[in-house]
């Protein structure tokens, strides 16, 4: 049996020594409470990285389409003129894509590598006649969750230009 403190050291002396292991008892689910607070905040930002690669996915898938698009329009003037071809041709490599392609020819006259803008029906005075295709290509992104401040979808929209070779 334990004999009791007699003087005031001994019971400093005993609450003292058992200090440290209550204030251990306090801190136990410290990282518990840690956890269940920052949860919340991982999962926001664990969505919205997982959202922006979302997004630069279809970024890219849009601008890829865009340029087929246009490589096809490229190859001369009939295929250039050719609307409904460089549709399939966009859609044929990327066929998530549903809105219209948009796609036009326009001319320039090329004077010693400098560039200016001309009607694909009139002829230069300087240089020779360069006509090129644009290709607009979009799509709509529709995200996940809707954020507070951010629209639920967004339109991505990718314009992809090449010169038409020439025969």
Known sequence: MKRPANSLTEIHTSVKARAPRVIWRSERGQSLVELAL???L????AIGIVEMGRYASLSIQ???????????GAQNLATAANTS??????V???PTIHTPVVSSVSCGCDNAGTISANSCSSVCTSGHLVPYVSVTASETFNSLFSYPGIPATITVSSTATM???QQ
């Open 42 to 45: 991982l999962m926001v930002i």
């Open 85 to 90: 071809a460089i549709q399939a041709a966009v």
């Open 163 to 165: 010169l038409v070779r």
């Open 38 to 40: 920052l949860t919340p």
């Open 92 to 94: 044929a490599d990327e």
């Open 62 to 72: 849009v601008a890829n389409a865009a340029r087929a698009g246009a490589a096809y």
